[in-house]
């Protein structure tokens, strides 16, 4: 099974370099002087006298210069290459440890905007979770537990993707792709062009819905099915990433995918 981990590790390290990439061309729009995300609008609307804010603004202001952001940023990628390496020499416990420092840093990054973050952060601290108990504690009770609960997560995520989907109008009609592929952020001309054709356009529509529905229920089905609905969601998020270039979105989903097989395989031999 160690290939499992180590696909993971691949993934990931690939979406750190994406977000990296990505947030450093967006710094200078988002997060300098006079951005839209400013340091200092940050820490104003944050404004508290308590000793304990005054403490985090401290140290926000001294970690958010443009170089430590970089750094931050950068230092993901570097550890994650660095855990794949001791992982790969026999040395698991000494990589989950990293993993767990890069677990931190994201922490610390997701401190810069009160905005919230994106999905991408959100499953990539899912997985690096899971990736140190399954790597520090493996085969005791809690990567049984790590284990029941990445899969729940894993099914509750595609399940409400695209259950919420039925109620949006846009999507139960088929409109909504042309929409989406239309937009500055995520446009492509070639692909609105071809979602103007209003059957084309309600028949995707219902395939990502159907395919995401599906998905959720795939551990509880036999093994082909189960691997047969994780090709779909490839395709799926590879054409996110190709139409709409969310690719840090599909490199994180992707790290999430071996560790979903990992986890179903855990909980199998639990129960048998």
């Keep these: 099974?160690?290939?499992?981990?180590?696909?993971?590790?691949?993934?990931?390290?690939?979406?750190?370099?994406?977000?990296?990439?990505?947030?450093?061309?967006?710094?200078?729009?988002?997060?300098?002087?006079?951005?839209?995300?400013?340091?200092?609008?940050?820490?104003?609307?944050?404004?508290?006298?308590?000793?304990?804010?005054?403490?985090?603004?401290?140290?926000?202001?001294?970690?958010?210069?443009?170089?430590?952001?970089?750094?931050?940023?950068?230092?993901?990628?570097?550890?994650?290459?660095?855990?794949?390496?001791?992982?790969?020499?026999?040395?698991?416990?000494?990589?989950?440890?990293?993993?767990?420092?890069?677990?931190?840093?994201?922490?610390?990054?997701?401190?810069?905007?009160?905005?919230?973050?994106?999905?991408?952060?959100?499953?990539?601290?899912?997985?690096?979770?899971?990736?140190?108990?399954?790597?520090?504690?493996?085969?005791?009770?809690?990567?049984?537990?790590?284990?029941?609960?990445?899969?729940?997560?894993?099914?509750?995520?595609?399940?409400?993707s695209g259950f919420i989907k039925i109620f949006g109008p846009s999507w139960r009609n088929g409109t909504c792709l042309v929409g989406i592929f239309s937009t500055l952020p995520y446009g492509h001309p070639y692909a609105a062009k071809i979602f103007e054709n209003r059957f084309f356009s309600f028949f995707v529509c219902w395939v990502v819905i159907l395919i995401e529905v599906a998905i959720s229920f795939s551990p509880l089905m036999d093994d082909a099915f189960f691997y047969l609905l994780l090709l779909s969601g490839v395709l799926l998020h590879l054409s996110f990433a190709i139409f709409m270039g969310l690719n840090k979105f599909f490199y994180t989903w992707m790290s999430a995918y071996p560790l979903w097989i990992y986890s179903i395989g855990t909980l199998k031999l639990a129960v048998t």
Excluded: W
């Design 1 to 160: 099974m160690n290939y499992l981990f180590e696909t993971s590790f691949a993934f990931l390290s690939l979406a750190f370099l994406f977000s990296a990439i990505e947030e450093r061309n967006n710094y200078k729009k988002l997060f300098s002087k006079n951005g839209l995300i400013d340091l200092d609008i940050e820490l104003y609307y944050a404004n508290s006298s308590s000793n304990v804010d005054k403490l985090l603004k401290h140290f926000l202001r001294v970690i958010f210069t443009r170089v430590r952001f970089d750094i931050l940023l950068y230092s993901r990628v570097v550890l994650m290459l660095t855990s794949f390496l001791a992982f790969t020499h026999s040395s698991p416990i000494y990589a989950g440890f990293i993993i767990f420092f890069v677990f931190l840093i994201n922490i610390v990054i997701s401190l810069r905007s009160r905005y919230g973050v994106d999905g991408t952060f959100h499953m990539s601290t899912q997985v690096l979770a899971t990736l140190f108990i399954f790597l520090v504690l493996g085969g005791t009770e809690f990567a049984i537990l790590m284990a029941f609960y990445f899969n729940v997560q894993m099914m509750l995520c595609y399940f409400f």
